[in-house]
């Protein structure tokens, strides 16, 4: 044998190299997957209009827009019961609008096309107040409107005329005595006239007047000017 002996190959060095083939191997699979996942996640948040099909695990999780429900299945939802819909019902895990007043409370107690409005009509605000686009809103009476005529003819026959005022939701004419005796009739209409039987103007054998008053859910106005009425063939 030759004095000069060949050297040998350490056995782990393929073992060495075959290792790291494999670890990068791995390393570029993870990758690759994650890189599909977001993919995924990116498809799926824009094709069901911005995220509607969420995991989560509770409440917490749910932050995108009006999903803020955990449901049974993993799921961000708009809602799962009504009480997740405030003024309204929760109708397949979407909160719809209210049907009745009992679904409304607080500042808005009522139902209007299915939205809980602090009021519909005037009638459901506070004195001095009037409903206006669903609100509650402080308002003042009428102004006071003109009086045109005042006539008294026969027996018991009053007719009386005035300017229309703007806001007003009806009027009161008043019939007196002119503060002889105290003694008055009035009678509430919701137009600018009135020719009536109805007031029995022989209660009152006085030197008579005539006025009226603007009236809506805020109050009534000031009266009008005064005129002179007749007294009827009875007195």
């Given at each position: 044998?030759?004095?000069?002996?060949k050297?040998?190959?350490?056995?782990?060095?393929?073992?060495?190299?075959?290792?790291?083939?494999?670890?990068?191997?791995?390393?570029?699979?993870?990758?690759?997957?994650?890189?599909?996942?977001?993919?995924?996640?990116?498809?799926?948040?824009?094709?069901?209009?911005?995220?509607?099909?969420?995991?989560?695990?509770?409440?917490?999780?749910?932050?995108?827009g009006?999903?803020?429900?955990?449901n049974?299945?993993?799921?961000?939802?708009?809602?799962?019961?009504?009480?997740?819909?405030?003024?309204?019902?929760?109708?397949?895990?979407?909160c719809?609008?209210?049907?009745?007043?009992?679904?409304?409370?607080?500042?808005?107690?009522?139902?209007?096309?299915?939205?809980?409005?602090?009021?519909?009509?005037?009638?459901?605000?506070?004195?001095?107040?009037?409903?206006?686009?669903d609100?509650?809103?402080?308002?003042?009476?009428?102004?006071?409107?003109?009086?045109?005529?005042?006539?008294?003819?026969?027996?018991?026959?009053?007719?009386?005329?005035?300017?229309?005022v703007?806001?007003?939701?009806?009027y009161?004419?008043?019939?007196?005595?002119?503060?002889?005796?105290?003694?008055?009739?009035?009678?509430?209409?919701?137009?600018?006239?009135?020719?009536?039987?109805?007031?029995?103007?022989c209660?009152?054998?006085?030197?008579?007047?005539?006025?009226?008053?603007?009236?809506?859910?805020?109050?009534?106005?000031?009266?009008?000017?005064?005129?002179?009425?007749?007294?009827?063939?009875?007195?």
């Open positions: 044998m030759s004095n000069q002996q050297k040998k190959k350490s056995p782990l060095v393929p073992i060495i190299i075959i290792s790291s083939i494999v670890v990068v191997i791995i390393i570029v699979i993870v990758v690759i997957l994650l890189l599909r996942r977001g993919s995924t996640t990116d498809d799926d948040n824009g094709g069901n209009g911005g995220g509607s099909d969420l995991s989560c695990s509770s409440n917490i999780d749910c932050t995108t009006n999903l803020s429900i955990c049974i299945t993993g799921t961000c939802v708009e809602c799962t019961v009504d009480l997740h819909c405030p003024g309204g019902t929760c109708q397949n895990e979407e719809a609008g209210c049907t009745s007043n009992i679904q409304c409370s607080g500042v808005t107690p009522y139902c209007n096309n299915g939205t809980c409005e602090a009021c519909v009509i005037d009638g459901n605000c506070d004195i001095g107040e009037e409903c206006i686009s609100e509650c809103i402080p308002c003042n009476p009428p102004p006071a409107p003109t009086m045109l005529t005042a006539t008294m003819s026969g027996f018991n026959t009053f007719s009386a005329s005035w300017t229309a703007v806001g007003a939701t009806s009161v004419i008043r019939y007196d005595d002119s503060g002889t005796n105290g003694d008055f009739i009035e009678q509430t209409v919701t137009g600018t006239s009135i020719s009536t039987s109805a007031m029995t103007p209660l009152i054998c006085a030197p008579a007047r005539a006025f009226v008053r603007a009236v809506n859910s805020c109050g009534s106005s000031l009266i009008s000017n005064i005129l002179a009425v007749g007294n009827p063939t009875c007195c």
